[in-house]
């Protein structure tokens, strides 16, 4: 049983999630604004479902405001389905988008592998190069200093690590990271990647190749 915080000024959205998720056996609380959502209820909080456009602070200024302070994943709740809102989203530390209107099944699928995800458990550790491998910490070093991803970010980087030098398609690894089944969303990856590279670029390393028409490799 997972504890999800669902965000959303629409009170019959928020019951239809809380109803689909608790038959699932999660426990589901429910805001219809940010301002009562506070950090230190966040603490408490397995995965976020956050509707990106409410008054007042909208979702993408909430997720923006507390994603150093957030450690769980966050799910953007929205009708838009402009790329360039996406992009944006996932740049600000968003883990994955959730488009209205959307089904039960889609909802607790996406829930179910974000948290799943979560639960993977690592004891050992790897070294490629000048990057490191804390897998029970989840954690990514470059030499000793630890680079600063978020979860998808990390997970996607965790996957081409372990097999560096082999190419992944955009698909495979949404799959590998996101478990969904029979779904994928190549631009979900895409902008990760990018993201990923930006970050990267501090260290003035660009280990991520791009293979075209096929996919992804870290270089050995």
Same mark, same amino acid.
């Given at each position: 049983m997972a504890t999800i915080f669902a965000i959303d000024d629409d009170e019959k959205i928020l019951?239809?999630?809380?109803? &689909? @998720? #608790? %038959?699932? !056996?999660?426990q589901?609380? /429910? $805001?219809? *604004? #940010?301002a009562a959502v506070t *950090?230190?209820? #966040?603490?408490? &909080?397995?995965? =976020? @479902? =956050?509707?990106?456009m409410m008054p007042g602070e909208d979702g993408f200024e909430y997720c923006q405001r507390i994603r150093n302070e957030v450690d769980c994943p966050i799910l953007f709740v929205t009708a838009k389905t402009n790329e360039s809102e996406?992009?944006? !989203? @996932? !740049?600000i530390g968003g883990d994955d988008y959730i488009r209205k209107p959307f089904s039960v099944s889609e909802l607790r699928a996406r829930v179910s592998a974000h948290l799943r995800r979560e /639960? %993977?458990?690592? /004891?050992?550790?790897? %070294?490629?190069?000048?990057?490191? @491998?804390? $897998? &029970?910490g989840k954690k990514i070093f470059y030499g000793s200093e630890e680079i600063s991803f978020t979860k *998808?970010?990390?997970l996607i980087c965790v996957h081409l690590l372990k097999s560096a030098g082999q190419v992944f398609s955009k698909t495979q690894l949404y799959e590998a990271v996101f478990g969904y089944e029979g779904e994928s969303d190549e631009s979900v990856i895409v902008e990760h990647i990018k993201n990923i590279r930006a970050k990267l670029k501090v260290y003035d390393e660009d280990p991520i190749e791009t293979v075209w028409g096929i996919g992804y490799r870290w270089r050995k």
């Open positions: 019951t239809f999630i809380k109803t &689909a @998720l #608790t %038959r699932e !056996g999660h589901v609380e /429910t $805001f219809t *604004s #940010t *950090s230190e209820k #966040t603490k408490f &909080a397995d995965l =976020l @479902l =956050l509707d990106v996406m992009i944006h !989203g @996932l !740049g /639960t %993977r458990g690592h /004891t050992n550790s790897l %070294r490629v190069g000048n990057f490191s @491998l804390d $897998f &029970a *998808s970010e990390y």
